[in-house]
């Protein structure tokens, strides 16, 4: 159980540079978490822009910088990391 004021896990994922892997494609994306909530998290990935934007066709072709919204349900796996210090001591 999570101390009271303590950050949340998903609110530790905010501007943190992940790379995931979502359902709807074949391979990993790297990215940086600019917001999250209780049901999905924002990630600003140039590689992941480019490849929905493969996907989506003219669909996207309007959108200058479009925010990619992940849901929880469609990731796979998620890779961050922390600094050296906080792993040691993990």
Known sequence: M???????????LVNKKVIVKVSLFTR???????AADDTGFCLDSDELTAALREVTGGAMANLDVPSVYLPFSKLEWLIS????AAAASA
């Open 28 to 34: 990993a994306f790297s990215g940086t978490i600019t």
């Open 81 to 84: 990391s922390q600094p050296k």
């Open 2 to 12: 999570s101390q009271y004021g303590a950050p949340s896990f998903k609110e530790k």
